[in-house]
């Protein structure tokens, strides 16, 4: 059962393609797994199809057209990146829009341990200025209190955690910014595994800050 999900004005900015690369995968994810979100998105597409289809023709220059047939010629990002990503344990927890970026699955991701907290991996997107991860952390991991400077979109993908007395899991998606401290505790049996998605530095606000930091930059 999803009971946090993306912003309604995040939702419209994914469908009507205006989202960076990186939040649009966080946003992608979760609606793959949220029948809701879903049911959202494809209003907004529909209804931006239906504008597009009662343009005349002829307010439509031959540039433009000529731009859009060009990208729709272009490869996916995503198929370009794609290797296969198929083995079950990576193909039952990552939803179908992360998997592209996973090469040959999650036990082959080179992950590099935090602390005794975390394990973390980098994604490679293109996307300037963005930090796109798999954390996953240990049952009862609790991370160091931190707030933010910009945004961190959080996706969780297996286990959970409990955050400011709210229970996250599997599907459930978080937006933080600096207008919330937070300090997420996982209390699953089983690891949490999240995708996180930061447009700007973490800033620590505890003790632990200043061991932490360095791995947290952007
Ligand atoms: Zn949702």
């Not at 991860?133 to 959080?154: D, F, I, N, Q």
Request: aromatic share 6%; hydrophobic share 40%; glycine share 8%.
């Amino acid at each position: 059962m999803i009971n946090h999900h993306p912003p309604l004005e995040l939702l419209f900015d994914y469908a009507t393609g205006s989202l960076p690369e990186p939040v649009a995968l966080a946003v992608a994810s979760h609606a793959s797994m949220c029948s809701d979100c879903r049911k959202q998105v494809d209003a907004v597409e529909s209804l931006g199809g239906a504008l597009l289809s009662s343009i005349e023709p002829e307010e439509v220059s031959k540039d433009a057209l000529r731009s859009v047939m060009a990208r729709l010629d272009e490869p996916e990002v995503g198929a370009m990146r794609c290797a296969a990503a198929t083995n079950r344990e990576t193909t039952e927890v990552v939803p179908e829009p992360l998997l592209p970026y996973l090469g040959r699955g999650l036990a082959h991701l080179a992950w590099r341990g935090v602390g005794r907290k975390f394990d973390e991996v980098h994604l490679n997107l293109a996307a300037k200025g963005f930090k796109a991860s798999l954390m996953r952390l240990k049952p009862g991991a609790e991370m160091p209190s931190h707030t933010h400077v910009g945004t961190e979109y959080t996706l969780v993908l297996a286990g959970g955690y409990k955050d400011n007395g709210e229970q996250y899991g599997r599907g459930d998606f978080a937006l933080k910014d600096s207008s919330h401290e937070h300090r997420p505790i996982v209390d699953t049996d089983e690891p949490c595994l999240c995708l996180v998605v930061l447009d700007a530095p973490v800033k620590l606000t505890g003790a632990m800050g200043r061991l932490m930091n360095p791995f947290l930059r952007v």
